[in-house]
């Protein structure tokens, strides 16, 4: 492989990379004092879905179980549930999109709609009135105690690159203008970026010194302003429906929780820890170290591989260096020492679970609880769960039910 090639994939994995630790140092700088993570004793116990065939009947075993929290609806389950003592919650997406609404679809940097985890543009006026329509009828739910909210965000890197460089339709254009930014300049470079990558275009020697380490990833993006611009827009418009979602919700009386990006990977989707501490109750990290199904989106093992796979990094000389270069950008360097695409997909450690869940308690200070929800199907889930207790959060949430759901979660739950 040329070297011009291998330094492109570093521009685009440095930027994204950038993107994240800068701007959730930003977020870790604004809690002021951040507190120590520290044991926490476990609290609650979360289960995402239900099933079997006779509701009252898994509900008394899940709270035999010691399960405190079911996230599911249906009045039979939630009725079940309630019975046996335990919490009843909902959850709902933000930005769905059928197939044949391409009126409302994100907008790439070639000007192509594309559609992400079944989502469209988030400033889009139509599916936003649509979501909040959807959260008024699920907080009139009778006997609930709180809503998740899901999927509220822009594209994520494991959605790839046509449809992580979006959202530039007209309606984005208009709301940034509104706003300040300067859309042109937004657009402007990330199409550079994007037409760097898919070309593989040769960058200059100086380029290519500073893209070695991550502080020259920093030196490369001062000529990209309008890249971290474009996060910052993503930032402010997602936390601006979460905050009208919050109305909906608290009004009814309800408690509201988040299925948010992990830390390192929260800015890139335009999720902020640190906005959504003014008024979130739950905060539900999505740690899954080791999902087995591609895409993947918010998976923290297809998150960190799925592009450099798709331009081209897998099985080549520079595969270690490159994924050295976003490990590093994610604050993962030190947890995860595996360095090829596949050995990382297969599984991150537990130890990534475990800073991760440390990242998400500074950031939100102590009195915020935090239930990470990690995959159930985990051969080492003793000490994941063990290792989200020990760095500060309140509970532990299990994606998702299945019927061998006891002998799962058996190794995880201390009571």
Same mark, same amino acid.
């Given at each position: 492989?040329?070297?011009?090639?291998? *330094?492109?994939?570093? *521009?685009?994995?440095?930027?994204?990379?950038?993107?994240?630790?800068?701007?959730?140092?930003?977020?870790?700088?604004?809690?002021?004092?951040?507190?120590?993570?520290?044991?926490?004793?476990?609290?609650?116990?979360?289960?995402?879905?239900? %099933?079997?065939?006779?509701?009252?009947?898994?509900?008394?075993?899940?709270?035999?179980?010691?399960?405190?929290?079911? *996230?599911? %609806?249906?009045?039979?389950?939630?009725?079940?549930?309630?019975?046996? %003592?335990?919490?009843?919650?909902?959850?709902?997406?933000?930005?769905?999109?059928?197939?044949?609404?391409?009126?409302?679809?994100?907008?790439?940097?070639?000007?192509?709609?594309?559609?992400?985890?079944?989502?469209?543009?988030?400033?889009?006026?139509? +599916?936003?009135?649509?979501?909040?329509?959807?959260?008024?009828?699920?907080?009139?739910?009778?006997?609930?105690?709180?809503?998740?909210?899901?999927?509220?965000?822009?594209?994520?890197?494991?959605?790839?690159?046509?449809?992580?460089?979006?959202?530039?339709?007209?309606?984005?254009?208009?709301?940034?203008?509104?706003?300040?930014?300067?859309?042109?300049?937004?657009?402007?470079?990330?199409?550079?970026?994007?037409? /760097?990558?898919?070309?593989?275009?040769? /960058?200059?020697?100086?380029?290519?010194?500073?893209?070695?380490?991550?502080?020259?990833?920093?030196?490369?993006?001062?000529?990209?302003?309008?890249?971290?611009?474009?996060l910052r827009f993503r930032r402010v418009c997602i936390t601006e429906h979460f905050r009208n979602l919050s109305e909906i919700i608290h009004e009814a009386k309800?408690?509201?929780? *988040?299925?948010?990006?992990?830390?390192?990977?929260?800015?890139?989707?335009?999720?902020?820890?640190?906005?959504?501490?003014?008024?979130?109750?739950?905060?539900?990290?999505?740690?899954?170290?080791?999902?087995?199904?591609?895409?993947?989106?918010?998976?923290?093992?297809?998150?960190v591989t799925n592009i450099p796979e798709e331009i081209g990094v897998a099985g080549t000389p520079q595969e270690a260096s490159v994924m050295s270069l976003v490990?590093?950008?994610?604050?993962?360097?030190?947890?995860?020492?595996?360095?090829?695409?596949?050995?990382?997909?297969?599984?991150?450690?537990?130890?990534?679970?475990?800073?991760?869940?440390?990242?998400?308690?500074?950031?939100?200070?102590?009195?915020?609880?935090?239930?990470? +929800?990690?995959? +159930?199907?985990?051969?080492?889930?003793?000490k994941t769960a063990d290792l989200t207790r020990k760095n500060g959060a309140n509970g532990v949430n299990f994606f998702v039910y299945k019927d061998a759901w006891?002998?799962?979660?058996?190794?995880?739950?201390?009571?």
């Open positions: 492989m040329e070297t011009h090639s291998n *330094v492109t994939r570093r *521009v685009f994995l440095g930027a994204l990379g950038a993107g994240a630790a800068g701007m959730a140092l930003a977020q870790m700088n604004t809690t002021s004092p951040a507190p120590q993570a520290k044991e926490t004793p476990m609290t609650k116990y979360w289960m995402h879905g239900f %099933g079997g065939t006779d509701p009252k009947a898994t509900a008394r075993t899940m709270k035999e179980a010691g399960f405190n929290v079911v *996230v599911a %609806g249906g009045d039979a389950v939630i009725a079940a549930v309630r019975e046996n %003592g335990m919490e009843s919650w909902l959850c709902g997406g933000a930005f769905g999109v059928g197939n044949d609404e391409l009126a409302m679809m994100a907008i790439n940097v070639k000007g192509e709609p594309k559609k992400w985890f079944g989502s469209g543009c988030p400033n889009s006026p139509a +599916i936003r009135e649509r979501s909040l329509k959807s959260y008024t009828g699920m907080a009139a739910t009778k006997n609930i105690q709180g809503i998740l909210v899901d999927g509220c965000r822009f594209a994520s890197p494991a959605s790839g690159l046509d449809a992580y460089f979006t959202c530039f339709c007209d309606v984005c254009k208009e709301k940034a203008e509104k706003l300040g930014f300067d859309f042109a300049r937004m657009k402007q470079d990330a199409t550079t970026l994007y037409e /760097t990558i898919a070309a593989k275009g040769k /960058t200059s020697k100086r380029a290519a010194a500073w893209l070695e380490s991550p502080a020259g990833v920093v030196e490369f993006l001062t000529q990209l302003p309008g890249l971290l611009d474009w309800l408690r509201m929780g *988040v299925y948010i990006f992990t830390p390192s990977l929260a800015p890139l989707a335009g999720q902020s820890y640190v906005d959504l501490a003014e008024f979130m109750d739950v905060f539900a990290p999505m740690i899954y170290r080791n999902y087995p199904d591609k895409p993947g989106e918010a998976c923290l093992n297809w998150e490990l590093s950008w994610l604050n993962l360097e030190q947890v995860v020492t595996a360095r090829t695409i596949q050995e990382i997909r297969a599984e991150l450690p537990p130890e990534a679970v475990g800073h991760e869940t440390k990242m998400a308690r500074a950031i939100i200070g102590p009195d915020k609880e935090l239930a990470p +929800i990690i995959y +159930i199907d985990d051969p080492l889930m003793a006891a002998d799962m979660v058996r190794p995880a739950i201390v009571k």
